[in-house]
């Protein structure tokens, strides 16, 4: 029905609302993207940046100087202007582990009250299983006149900090149709993308985004409880991943052992699909044991430290990264801050680094002392620690490190050091699971 390049509205400029549509707008379609909050329309229509995400900028920049793609706050222009809208709200937890999808029902109604003609629907936000169902229902009930829209669920499978690369180069894009109709309309959209298209029904689509996150989940649980038993054993966690890795039945990647997981996506989808099962008569108790071992991860290393130091309370810790992850500033159940938050509570004094999370980590973060430099972190402390995986810690000076520390030990919560170095190097080093 519809043909390239495409007309595409994307409501919501959050992390994957933007970059799904920078990334449209990258392989040529023309783009509108929308969002509620008129200063973040604002910023983004001046060049600046609500995030940070590596090549994002650049490719704002190039394509809205190219005319593909802009911003708005009117989700009505945005609707109107376009015959493929992305729905990439938030959908965020509630206490009791269930998602909240009020913007979701928000953002169908707004859609009906301004569809004039057909138009296909397609939620990239990540939902529980049934939601396509609901979207339908709600755009069918709000809408005035008796037009005609399908509803795909699409959902997204990026990365934080690879989310430009892992947009144009994913491992398959995932189509779940009510029918054919709107199928041609989406190829048309991802062509220029080689990757396999499975096309499926609405709610198996839905299943696959959870399945897939919780399953992720589970192997850093699954390593993370070997990381235990390396511990208690006296193996080394890293060569049983590599050693496991190698069968290409389970793959190397997700197999790092850690301080546990964190981010705006896996604990939030683990509570979601645990609550979706249980409503649907089933009890995930795997998946709840996957929460247990990853909240027993941050216990066990805050045990470590405290075994090596005795008394954490009044020790100066020097703590490296407070991102979740890499190659991000999104501090969002970062296991980094919240581990500041355990040893100001135990009585340490902080000195803190990320790359690129400081400026969020400071809303959060009190009474600690942000250093700009990772190198001047393990002046005057007790310990160093290593929280996030950035790899340029790596590089950290550690001769430097351990000539202005008062004892020279280092907790590395991500094994980037090689043990037999880092003794030969006078430390005393803990990590996990070796
Ligand atoms: C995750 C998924 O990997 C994406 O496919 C998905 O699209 C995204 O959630 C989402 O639902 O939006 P993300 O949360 O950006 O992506 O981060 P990951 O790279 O998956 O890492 C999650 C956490 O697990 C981080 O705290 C990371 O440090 C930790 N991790 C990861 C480990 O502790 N060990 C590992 O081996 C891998």
């Known amino acids: 029905m519809f043909n390239a390049p495409m007309k595409i509205c994307i409501i919501g400029t959050g992390y994957v609302g933007l970059v799904t549509g920078t990334c449209f707008a990258e392989i040529g379609h023309d783009v509108i993207c929308v969002d509620n909050a008129p200063e973040k329309v604002k910023m983004l229509n001046s060049g600046q940046m609500p995030i940070f995400e590596p090549g994002l900028e650049e490719m704002v920049k190039r394509n809205a100087a190219a005319g593909r793609l802009k911003f708005t706050s009117s989700t009505k222009e945005g609707v109107e202007k376009s015959d493929v809208v992305f729905i990439a709200v938030p959908t965020p937890p509630q206490p009791d582990g269930s998602v909240d999808l009020s913007f979701m029902e928000k953002v169908s109604r707004e859609i009906a009250e301004v569809l004039t003609r057909y138009k296909v629907i397609v939620d990239k936000s990540t939902v529980p299983v049934r939601t396509g169902e609901k979207v339908a229902e709600t755009i069918k009930r ?12 699409n959902p997204e499978f ?39 298209v499975v096309v499926t029904d609405i709610n198996s689509a839905e299943l696959i985004k959870h399945a897939s996150n919780s399953f992720l989940a589970l192997k850093i649980s699954y ?24 069968d290409k039945r389970i793959g190397r990647s997700f197999l790092n052992a850690s301080l546990g997981f964190g981010g705006s996506c896996f604990p939030k989808d683990l509570s979601a699909f645990i609550k979706i099962s249980e409503q649907l008569g089933y009890d995930f108790g795997l998946l709840r044991e996957v929460q247990k071992i990853n909240a027993l991860q941050m216990e066990r290393f805050v045990r470590k430290m405290a075994d090596t130091l005795w008394v954490i309370k009044e020790k100066k810790i020097g703590v490296l990264g407070l ?63 290593i929280a996030t995986e950035w790899p340029q810690f790596k590089e950290l000076d550690l001769d430097n490190a351990r000539k202005v520390m008062t004892h020279p030990i280092l907790f590395d919560g991500r094994n980037l050091f090689d043990p037999a170095q880092m003794e030969t190097l006078g430390f005393i080093y803990k990590s996990v699971g070796r």
């Open 142 to 153: 709000y809408c005035k006149s008796k037009v005609e829209f399908d509803v795909v669920s």
């Open 158 to 196: 990026l990365r934080e900090g690879f989310a430009v690369d892992d947009f144009l180069h994913p491992d398959r894009i995932v189509l779940g149709v009510q029918n054919q109709r709107p199928v041609h309309a989406l190829k048309e959209i991802y062509a220029p993308i080689k990757a396999p």
């Open 223 to 246: 390593i993370n409880a070997v990381s235990v038993i390396c511990e208690e054993a006296g193996a080394n966690v890293e060569e049983v991943a590599a050693g496991m890795g190698m």
């Open 323 to 385: 991102a979740f992850k890499q190659n991000t500033d999104d501090i969002r159940m970062s296991p980094a801050i919240a581990l500041c938050q355990r040893l100001r509570k135990e009585g340490a004094h902080l000195r803190v680094y990320d790359p690129k999370a400081m400026d969020k980590a400071k809303t959060v973060l009190k009474e600690v002392t942000f250093v700009d430099d990772m190198n001047k972190v393990p002046e005057g402390c007790d310990a160093l620690v």
